[in-house]
């Protein structure tokens, strides 16, 4: 049912936490099924330079958060505004069609952290 690679991230995510007195916290919920995600992120030089996350949800949820951190470390805001839900959903080898709202989810977070970063720069 899931890949190897997402229950990976599940059984072992990355990331996992809080950066305290973190300059970026945003977060994201799915209404309709009730998962949550949030991020701590610090960002020097236009690049993501350190991120945590926390995650209440299904195992999907936890490890598209925990996929996500690793792919946005180091990287550009300009080369975030460009991850989509089918990079998310590769990155984790794919997601049952009734699971792709995690997905979803970890875009959407990745979205308001995008907007946090613009408005205070």
Avoid at 23 to 40: Q, R, T
Avoid at 85 to 99: C, H, I, N, W, Y
């Amino acid at each position: 049912m899931y890949s190897e690679t997402l229950l990976d991230h599940f059984h072992h995510p990355r990331n996992v936490g809080e950066i305290v007195d973190a300059p970026v916290v945003v977060e994201a919920s799915n209404p309709v099924c009730g998962d949550l995600m949030k991020l701590w992120a610090t960002v020097h030089h236009g690049r993501i330079e350190a991120v945590r996350f926390k995650a209440a949800g299904c195992v999907p949820s936890v490890a598209c958060g925990s996929w996500l951190t690793e792919a946005i470390l180091s990287k550009s805001i300009e080369e975030l505004a460009a991850l989509t839900v089918e990079d998310v959903t590769r990155g984790v080898a794919g997601l049952p069609l009734a699971s792709r709202h995690a997905a979803v989810l970890a875009v959407d977070v990745l979205k308001q952290l995008l907007q946090h970063v613009r408005r205070s720069a």
